[in-house]
């Protein structure tokens, strides 16, 4: 079997959901489960997630969660397809299901449409090669077309390399910001999801990330700092960037930053971003650091994210 | 302090990813890893906008969402020279280094061992409206110049829209002043009956002997608005009854010209202004629906492809699927059209309005 079967396909099913759950999202029931569909059909399933959607008031969303961990020598154009939608069938046929909602009672309050392919190639060397094929098989597949507006349709979330190293990245310059507090000094932090004015949602701040901003070349968070001794509280705004690194794509940033409320007269502004620096970004770095200077919170800092091809030490052996 | 390049907000971008193909939005969301199933396009575009996207991915949806707002337009002129040494190269030049149009960026003109010349010309409008991500566009117009006989010249340009293909040809006509005469296809030098023979006539030339003519689409009559001061015009589309009248009497041979509705129309004061034709391939299984279209505002005689379809067998249904078609045929498809109209009008010129044309066709694609 082209898969890493057993142990190594229980390892990195162990370790997408270490991933999962520092990113705060809530793991329900074991790993590796059956689930009795409505025709009553077992239904396999690596395991079960839910996590607060951020973007509509008091919505929690259940996550339907396969991983998978291959060579990309190993799969084929039709094999993606299959995941995708036998995902998106298993979806359909538990939602409603007494195998699951009975089962698991916490599910019985989510939102039931969402799956996750986490599917790590484990030969990164050949990954960025691999890349655009990879591309060209995700959108060659065709859905079938809804029609009219329902309420309900599946969506099939998939994470390879390239997302879930950035998903990786991210939780750790969370980590090690938190980490790196001084004696004395309490750091924490929230997810920042700004108010949509158009669908009149609040403004959010939770712990765990959302799906959208996985899939984002954006991420913005807002930590405080307390120093009890001092009777002192900061409030910190971060940015998580991957998106290009040239002067108008750091005008579109600075934008939305504005219109997200993350500039703040009082707080420092961290941008941390992913991709690395070219030449051509060392000629515009003054340019981009007046730019966010320019826009006027207290302070502003460009950090790097590691950006590596394999996964950090916490993901692969746990804390 | 203020950006210069906004980011849009949930309503722009979702209206931005409503105005593109859908093909490119199922594509876009996939090459991300996001499947929406049985999903509107209305909600996907919903399901999208709630991602912060980066400049490469907004610069994508931008040009999608225009290219797809302003399908391809061809429009032709004539060329004839006053002066044997006239050269439309120098009048290419003239315009690229004329400092009265700043806003005009003209490529330098290529041209190859046959003669042909050709080049582009882009140029920025700003466009007021609500979605800031689609204003400040950047038009873009292709054209080639051909010599087909001593001191004439065939032009045609390749556009977005019929505005593209005017901003260029008034242009062209600026710099040219008295050196040479620009012909186009005139509306208003046919008489009302002639406009009819003019579809008539040119629907049959079509696009030559292996296409063969198989459904008029859409027919658009115009007419000055009745019993009033001000300007302006009313148009009259052909009923869907009307048109499968048409439809039967085309199987049987018959011209539009013997057609009840077509007569009634003309009666009525409306002159003939546009239609849209559907030709089949007598061997491959592909279906063209070409328009050919006098336009009011700017008044030009334009045409297009606009649609390209292969027929597939499922089971043992034929069902019609869109087809690619490639720049070159299209551009074959738009020219001999356009060539084998100018026939005809040429034709209807010399006529009264009594006489029957005879237009030699143009070489088929």
Redesign the interface.
């Known amino acids: 079997m082209p898969e890493d079967q057993g142990v190594n396909g229980d390892m990195w099913t162990e370790q997408a959901c270490r991933l999962l759950q520092k990113a705060n999202w809530q793991k329900i029931g074991d790993s590796n489960i059956d689930i009795l569909d409505t025709s009553g059909k077992a239904r396999g399933l690596d395991a079960l997630f839910s996590y607060e959607d951020g973007?509509t008031a008091s919505l929690k969303r259940l996550v339907f969660v396969e991983a998978k961990s291959w060579a990309t020598t190993s799969l084929s154009e039709k094999e993606l397809k299959d995941w995708?939608d036998n995902l998106?069938d298993k979806i359909s046929s538990l939602r409603n299901s007494p195998g699951l909602l009975d089962t698991y009672q916490a599910t019985k309050t989510l939102e039931i449409s969402t799956g996750l392919i986490a599917c790590y190639f484990n030969d990164p060397a050949n990954y960025h090669s691999f890349r655009a094929k990879f591309?060209k098989w995700?959108?060659n597949?065709?859905?079938?077309?809804?029609?009219?507006?329902?309420k309900y349709?599946?969506?099939?979330?998939?994470?390879?390399n390239g997302?879930l190293l950035w998903l990786a990245s991210l939780l750790t310059s969370l980590r090690d910001w938190i980490s790196s507090a001084s004696l004395g000094e309490v750091r924490s932090l929230d997810f920042f999801y700004p108010s949509?004015n158009?669908h009149g949602n609040p403004v959010r701040r939770l712990r765990n990330i959302n799906i959208?901003?996985i899939?984002?070349?954006?991420?913005l968070a807002k930590g405080t700092s307390v120093i009890d001794a001092a009777n002192l509280t900061n409030e910190i705004d971060f940015a998580f960037y991957?998106?290009?690194l040239?002067e108008?794509?750091f005008?579109?940033?600075?934008?939305?930053l504005?219109?997200s409320n993350m500039i703040d007269a009082r707080n420092e502004l961290i941008i941390y971003k992913y991709r690395r620096e070219t030449k051509d970004f060392r000629k515009i770095k003054p340019n981009v650091e007046s730019?966010f200077k320019?826009?006027?919170a207290k302070s502003v800092s460009i950090k790097d994210m590691d950006n590596t091809d394999v996964m950090p030490g916490w993901v692969l052996n746990g804390e | 302090m203020e950006t210069k390049y906004k980011y849009p907000t949930k309503y722009e971008l979702t209206e931005a990813i409503s105005m593109c193909r859908r093909r490119f939005v199922d594509q876009f969301a996939q090459r991300k890893g996001i499947f929406v199933y049985r999903a509107t396009q209305a909600y996907l575009a919903n399901e999208l906008s709630k991602l912060f996207l980066d400049e490469d991915d907004l610069e994508l949806i931008r040009k999608n969402a225009h290219r797809n707002k302003n399908k391809k337009v061809t429009v032709g002129f004539v060329l004839t020279a006053k002066d044997p040494n006239f050269d439309p190269k120098e009048i290419i030049d003239c315009l690229r280094t004329s400092t009265s149009r700043p806003n005009d960026n003209l490529s330098p003109i290529t041209e190859t061992s046959e003669g042909l010349q050709y080049g582009s010309l882009e140029y920025e409008v700003n466009k007021p409206g609500r979605i800031d991500l689609l204003q400040n566009e950047k038009r873009h117009v292709d054209y080639s110049i051909e010599k087909t006989e001593d001191n004439i010249y065939q032009v045609f340009v390749d556009a977005h829209s019929s505005s593209d293909a005017r901003y260029f040809e008034a242009m062209f006509k600026s710099a040219v002043k008295e050196e040479a005469n620009l012909n186009i296809i005139d509306f208003g030098m046919l008489s009302a009956k002639h406009t009819v023979q003019f579809f008539d006539d040119l629907s049959e030339l079509g696009l030559g002997e292996r296409w063969r003519k198989t459904r008029v689409n859409e027919l658009t009559f115009r007419r000055p608005v009745p019993n009033s001061d001000e300007e302006g015009e009313e148009h009259q589309e052909a009923s869907d009854e009307a048109l499968s009248v048409i439809n039967r009497a085309i199987l049987e041979g018959k011209d539009l010209r013997d057609n009840e509705f077509v007569k009634q129309s003309e009666k009525a004061g409306y002159r003939f202004s546009a239609m849209t034709i559907e030709y089949e391939h007598m061997d491959r299984p592909n279906v063209v629906e070409m328009r050919a279209e006098f336009k009011l505002r700017p008044e030009i005689f334009e045409i297009k492809v606009a649609s390209y379809l292969k027929r597939v067998l499922e089971g043992n249904i034929e069902k019609p699927e869109s087809d690619d078609l490639s720049e070159e045929l299209e551009k074959e498809f738009t020219t001999t059209f356009w060539h084998n109209a100018k026939r005809v009008y040429d034709s209807l010129l010399t006529l009264t309005d009594d006489e029957a044309p005879v237009a030699e066709p143009a070489p088929a694609p």
Do not use: C, M, T
């Open positions: 973007l995708i998106a591309e995700l959108q597949h065709k859905l079938p077309y809804g029609h009219a507006e329902r349709h599946q969506r099939v979330f998939v994470l390879d997302r949509s158009l959208e901003y899939f984002s070349s954006l991420v991957n998106g290009p040239d108008k794509s005008e579109r940033l600075a934008s939305a504005q219109a730019l320019g826009l006027g």
